[in-house]
């Protein structure tokens, strides 16, 4: 709440002289945006009061007052430019809680609602033969984890030789058009790539081929142009000083950068391989196409559908058994599991780059 | 160890543009030479065609000779990795690989280059070439702290350490005391007086008194005016050079009046 | 090197070491494989698709033929990443402002890693949310905004009773991508030069003007990429919208009642695994269209992002 008057401006000697007048010019007391802002909510909730809406538009009458309150008593004390500024901050300050609004919405209604199946049985049970009450969501972690594994094993090692490809050797129209078409697949909707998956399999082994590796191959086409560009950067930032110290003691190429240049961006890396599973472990819509859906536990990624935790949530929330509540509570549960992966990966990924980051600075 | 290394009408190209214009040179073996002259006079350009190194920017290429021990290091064939074990070299930058150890960063050469040494042997190295580089007594303590905690003093002499555990017959020094304070670039300055037992050494510097203080030898490049290649004017030894030296240009140059 | 002695250079005659050419073999070829998956995505979905192209109206599902089925698809999808990204766009520079220039440092990095870690959230768990909780939360403003504003197309209504519009949606999706968009735009406020800020406060300029003078020009063509990364994000975007938007197809701009367009994306989610025969290959022609939309979308951001590394000299 404080953000909203974070200017606590030292409002001295920042004005131009102004033609003729003295340096010294009317400023507001410090505790005018308090006091504004005080007044402005004791208003509002007076006006809301009286016509008897809610919270939201509370907070809505309360910056809008305050904007306008603070601005025209700025400009009476201080002048246009200076009113204009100040009405400037809490538009800005305004829109930052506005946005927050709804973010911490959906943070608090996952943990809420999520905590209720929270418990042993929905990490170790799974659907098979479940009707009603009860059940887990085993199946669909393993074959998140199946599914996502697979990712990672294709994605990285193509991913980190094109981006040393680009960084040490590409320099022609080969290097640039790969460049390009790695943008182009950054842009790749998720829907899109679940299609070429399931089309590829289509083809190869027969209509209708469905498991847990054609979603890996879809999540791949996401993830590869991740691992890529940020495997890129961090290799690029390899100061060209440590591959000429390297060559200068005549070692041959592959090596300087087996090495040298890999160990010295390791860090940054595995930090960028990890935001990019935390990106494709969340995946639904290519997963629902390529991998399927089961109640059965799937260990094979090569035959038969494979649940995943994405697909799993989604499935209990639209097709929902009798009574609807238990399958609801399950597809928060999950939700709230995927959320809390993600959180833990970007986490990590945060902590590596803290932890390896180059000791002493240059 | 030493060698002696012959140019001849060495030209040093980047795509179609002459950087550098038929030098002709003759660098002696347990000597320093300095090569001086205004900025973007090709002098680390040459410097760094000695061993190959400017092959690292694509479009670069050479004409004419540089033969060491009877060998043209650009004969056809000759591999520019092998040729860069021979002749070293220290940078600008003091640069120790930031991932390793002061003990690995001067061990780096020797496991690049894929010896398979017993523990000893390599321990003995590390410790040769940091007394060679008058840093033991420094880091004997701390070997397996990161490099990049030395001081910038420490680590060009822990660069020149790493440089010399390779045993090559030529090092190459490339204005190795210009990010330096005056006290350890006084350091590196002893610790080249002490390698030219062993080694031949070519040093760059823009530094006209360390070039007086350090070498034997001394070359003076200079270049006709922007967009012209540079070229040798003379090299001769280094009290000459200082005291009488045949071109006008070196003497201007010499006494500050361009450059 | 023990050799240390004579015929120091006694370099091998070899040109090229084969360790060498394998490594930059095995590199080059994995720029190569992206190259051939890329095509690999146009080419499978064009032979999965082509029997829709060529198959008789009656067959496609809706019995109109592909490009009466795959309209109304391209304008809900348009209509609702437009919406959203009109909502999402200006919201994003001012929170970018409030964390570059107007939160104390220790609170800008804070809120900088809390709006990486919105922007990885699955959006599966925005479609739930837009579902159970913004869905309901929309029916009092839209009938507000029928009563008062009903003489806009818009707003026609009538309002729908669960909330699932194309308002609700388009508000998910600007939800959504107000966290990358942010990021991209936040980024380019951060660097904006040190020197062009305190040249324009020595000019006496308030926070306003300096933004003014020396953070937007500076910024301005990131607030174009990054507009364009969210918009490529909705137009894709699947999961949310199959989730919240209760589509009745046909093409209306009217955004609160309950006869709402559906999206490409969101259509083949729904649609798909009911689907057989003729049906998936017209699934996969939209999807085709979505690939082809995103595609046009990407490289016009891309364009204006290396525009701006020309001009500024740096990345």
């Known amino acids: 709440m404080s953000t909203t008057t974070s200017p606590p401006t030292p409002t001295e000697s920042v004005e131009p002289p102004n033609g003729t007048k003295s340096l010294v010019r009317g400023t507001l007391p410090r505790w005018a945006s308090w006091g504004a802002l ?133 320099h022609g129209r080969l290097s640039r058009a790969i460049t390009f078409f790695v943008d182009v697949m950054t842009g790749i909707p998720s829907i899109v790539a679940g299609l070429f ?162 000791k002493a600075g240059r | 160890m030493a060698k002696r290394i012959d140019v001849k009408d060495l030209d040093i190209y980047y795509g179609s543009f002459r950087a550098v214009r038929s030098v002709s040179m003759t660098i002696q073996p347990r000597a320093v030479t300095a090569l001086i002259g205004p900025s973007g006079c090709g002098k680390s350009t040459y410097l760094r065609a000695l061993n190959r190194m400017h092959e690292l920017i694509p479009s670069a290429r050479v004409e004419g000779k540089v033969v060491m021990d009877d060998q043209d290091l650009y004969a056809p064939g000759m591999d520019p990795v092998d040729v860069r074990k021979h002749v070293g070299m220290v940078f600008q930058r003091p640069n120790p690989f930031p991932t390793m150890s002061i003990y690995d960063n001067v061990a780096a050469g020797l496991r690049l280059n894929n010896k398979r040494l017993r523990k000893s042997e390599t321990d003995e190295v590390v410790e040769e070439s940091l007394r060679g580089a008058n840093l033991w007594e420094e880091v004997k303590d701390r070997l397996r702290k990161p490099g990049s905690g030395l001081s910038g003093g420490q680590q060009q002499r822990l660069c020149i350490a790493r440089a010399i555990a390779v045993r090559p017959d030529v090092l190459l020094m490339d204005e190795p005391c210009s990010a330096l304070d005056p006290i350890s670039t006084h350091a590196v300055e002893d610790l080249m007086a002490q390698l030219k037992e062993n080694y031949t050494i070519v040093i760059v510097t823009h530094n006209m008194q360390q070039a007086a203080r350090v070498s034997n030898y001394t070359g003076f490049f200079n270049i006709a005016g922007t967009g012209q290649p540079g070229e040798l004017v003379e090299i001769d030894e280094t009290p000459t050079i200082f005291s009488t030296p045949t071109h006008t240009a070196t003497e201007e140059y010499i006494s500050g009046r361009f450059g | 090197m023990s050799n240390t002695g004579q015929g120091a250079a006694t370099a091998r005659r070899v040109r090229k070491r084969p360790a060498d050419q394998a490594f930059r073999g095995i590199t080059t070829g994995a720029g190569v494989l992206i190259l051939v998956v890329l095509a690999g995505v146009a080419a499978f979905l064009l032979i999965e698709a082509w029997p829709s192209f060529v198959a008789p109206a009656e067959e496609i599902p809706g019995e109109g033929g592909l490009v009466l089925y795959i309209w109304p698809l391209v304008f809900g999808t348009l209509l609702a990443s437009v919406l959203a990204l009109v909502i999402a766009a200006p919201l994003a520079v001012l929170i970018a402002l409030f964390i570059t220039h107007y939160a104390p440092r220790k609170l800008a990095q804070f809120l900088g890693y809390v709006v990486d870690l919105l922007a990885a959230v699955p959006s599966i768990i925005y479609g739930l949310w837009g579902f159970t909780v913004l869905a309901p939360a929309t029916r009092g403003p839209a009938e507000w905004l029928h009563e008062y504003l009903g003489f806009v197309p818009l707003f026609a209504g009538p309002p729908s009773t669960t909330g699932r519009t194309m308002f609700t949606t388009a508000l998910v999706l600007a939800v959504m991508i107000l966290p990358i968009v942010t990021a991209v735009i936040r980024e380019a406020f951060l660097q904006t030069p040190k020197l062009h800020e305190e040249a324009s406060l020595a000019l006496g300029a308030t926070r306003l003007e300096m933004i003014r003078m020396a953070v937007l020009p500076f910024g301005s063509s990131s607030i174009i990429s990054g507009s364009m990364l969210g918009l490529g994000r909705a137009l894709g975007e699947t999961m949310a919208v199959a989730i919240v938007l209760s589509a009745s197809g046909g093409v209306t701009f009217n955004l609160i009642s309950s006869g709402n367009p559906a999206t490409i994306a969101a259509n083949i989610a729904l649609e798909f695994p009911e689907s057989s025969g003729v049906a998936i290959d017209t699934l996969i022609a939209s999807g085709l269209v979505l690939f082809a939309i995103t595609l046009v979308v990407n490289m016009i951001a891309r364009a204006v992002i290396n525009r701006r590394t020309d001009f500024s000299g740096a990345s």
């Open chain 1, 38 to 170: 005080g007044a402005a909510a004791v208003l509002a909730g007076l006006i809301v009061r009286l016509l008897g809406f809610g919270v939201t538009p509370f907070v809505l009458s309360t910056a809008v007052l305050y904007a306008i309150g603070i601005s025209g008593w700025s400009r009476w004390v201080e002048g246009g430019r200076k009113a204009t500024d100040r009405a400037f901050t809490a538009l800005v300050a305004s829109a930052f809680l506005l946005a927050l609004t709804p973010l911490v919405s959906v943070v608090v209604t996952v943990i809420s609602r999520g905590l209720d199946r929270f418990d042993g049985q929905f990490f170790t049970y799974s659907m098979r033969g479940v009707v009603g009450d009860g059940g887990g969501a085993y199946h669909a972690i393993m074959g998140t984890l199946i599914t996502s594994g697979l990712a990672t094993l294709m994605s990285v090692p193509i991913g980190l030789a094109t981006a040393i490809y680009l960084v040490e050797y590409g």
């Open chain 1, 197 to 358: 998956a399931y089309a590829l399999f289509a083809l190869v082994f027969g209509p209708g081929t469905v498991n847990g590796f054609a979603g890996a191959v879809a999540l791949s086409v996401l993830m590869i142009p991740i691992v890529v560009r940020s495997s890129e950067e961090m290799l690029k930032i390899v100061p060209d000083d440590l591959r000429e110290a390297a060559f200068a003691l005549g070692t041959p190429k592959w090596k300087v950068i087996v090495r040298v240049v890999l160990p010295t961006a390791v860090a940054g890396i595995s930090t960028g391989v990890t935001l990019a599973i935390a990106r494709v472990v969340g995946e639904t819509a290519p997963l629902l196409i390529a991998t399927g859906a089961t109640g059965s536990t799937n260990f094979n990624p090569f035959s038969g559908q494979m649940a995943t935790l994405s697909v799993f949530s989604y499935y209990e929330y639209a097709s929902p058994g009798v009574p609807v509540d238990p399958s609801l509570d399950r597809a928060w549960t999950a939700a709230l599991t995927l959320m809390l992966i993600v959180m833990v990966l970007n986490l990590v990924a945060r902590s590596i780059s803290l932890l390896f980051a180059p």
